[in-house]
């Protein structure tokens, strides 16, 4: 009979010296068949893979795997590592490819586990990796698989916590609110009586990082970069929820601490993203021209459509949030093999806006022209992978071409219909995929007009989707001051100066 061992990881994977070399990941416990030596290492890819640091933990699982050759779950662990729910990625050759190093057929892989728990782990990545069907039917199949193994197990912690996670992947990397607020419920209670579990507090706060849940999972997010300072993505998670709360001093400090300590290394990327847009968002808009700079000539900066993607949005907030509409990072030629359609239809608002600004309307109406072809184009996921978020881009542009021209009533007209959209699109994470939101541009618009109560009114939602944004709260304050409400206009008047003082 094999010796079920269970060892309680706190923060450290070994006693005494060893201690000290490993990264601390947080505390989970899963009791495995699995030998003392082979147990340690499997730990160690759990509290990785809560983390998503995907390929840590399949370095930890294969060598679990080669301590303890025919240990089932450490090839169940590897062939998670495969599968990103939450970033509708999947590699399913190389998950099934990690699952028949066990052993060639499901039987046989079945087999090696010694317990109908572990069996029932392995069941649910088959399913996953080696089922019939599309993705979305897989994803059912092993969400199903795991709500079995949970209601099979309910004191297994484990099992809870990959199970609301399994949750959140069947939205295909859009939020559906109901079975996100399901897993999200499943996460906080887990969290309520293991504070120090990793995944845990990552799907409290993946579950409620949108502006209206967010406070749910503001102590998730306060607590995570404790739990597991020794994950890059720990650090930067808890900025879903700072930045749903406008919170930017905490965005800037967890996306540097994120992207590492040499900043000579940093490459356009989410974390690097991410901290570009809280400084603009603290005025800061010089700061993060030079970090677009820095990330831009670093090498490898282009070596892959994702960091071409990411080069190409970060150029676009900073024209377009900083409001350098001559800054010369529009001239770059930039690398855009690869890039999917949102990613594109982002530079092509900015460069649109950017030249209308400059008054050069023959190379914005050039830019309308590019956008419009991007928004009836086949989706290629990333930014803006929602169609409706380029149609919002083009009914923005095209109405702020049309007010440019004298046509102001034409234009609002189409920056409401810009807000319209924007308001029936899946609520999304992090900074906006409209660059500009719309609601924003309406409320610009009119203001314009002389139509302050309205802007007023349209400021204050476009606070509501994107909460602490500068140019909105700007707005706000000089259009609560012209309509004669004093209150409103002193309350954005402090709220703007505190989050200025606070970038500099």
Known sequence: MPRVCSLLVVLALAAGSLAAQQPRLGTVDFPTSASTAAQAEFIRGVLYLHSFEYGDAAAAFRAAQRIEPRFALAYWGEALTFDHPLWNEHDREAGLAALQRLAPTPEARAATAPTDRERRYLEAAELLFGGTGSKAKRDTLYAAAMERLHSAYPDDDEAAAFYALSLMGLSQGYRDLPTYMRAGAMALELLSRHP???????????????????????????????????ADHAQHMTTHIFLALGMWDDVVRQNEIASGPDRSTWVPGHYTYWLQYGLLQQGRVDQARALLDNVRRN????????????????????????????DPALSWQ????????????????????????????????????????????????????????RAALARELEGALAFERGEREVGLRLA??????????????????????????????????????????AFTRALQVTPGRLPALRGLARAAREAGDGAVAARAERELAAQQRSGE
Do not use: C
């Open 196 to 230: 120090d579990h990793p995944g845990a507090a990552h799907y409290v706060i993946h579950a409620f990082d949108d502006p209206t849940h967010a406070p749910l999972g503001l102590p998730a997010a306060r607590a995570y970069s404790r739990i597991a300072p020794g």
């Open 416 to 457: 409401a219909e810009a807000a319209a959209i924007e308001d029936g699109l899946v609520v999304e994470y992090g900074p906006p995929d409209v660059v500009k939101p719309a609601h924003e541009m309406q409320a610009e618009m009119l203001l314009a007009l002389g139509r302050p109560a309205e802007a007023q009114q």
């Open 334 to 389: 930039l690398d855009t093999a690869g890039v999917g359609t949102g990613a594109l239809a982002l530079d092509a608002f900015a460069r649109g806006i950017a030249a209308l600004r400059r008054g050069d309307t023959g190379t914005a109406r050039t830019a309308l022209a590019s956008l419009q072809s991007l928004e009836s184009a086949a989706s290629q996921g990333g930014w803006g992978g929602q169609p409706g978020v």
């Open 299 to 326: 090498p490898g900066a282009t070596a892959n459509p994702r960091r071409r993607a990411h080069l190409l949005a970060m150029r676009a907030a900073q024209v377009v949030n900083g409001e350098r509409w001559d």
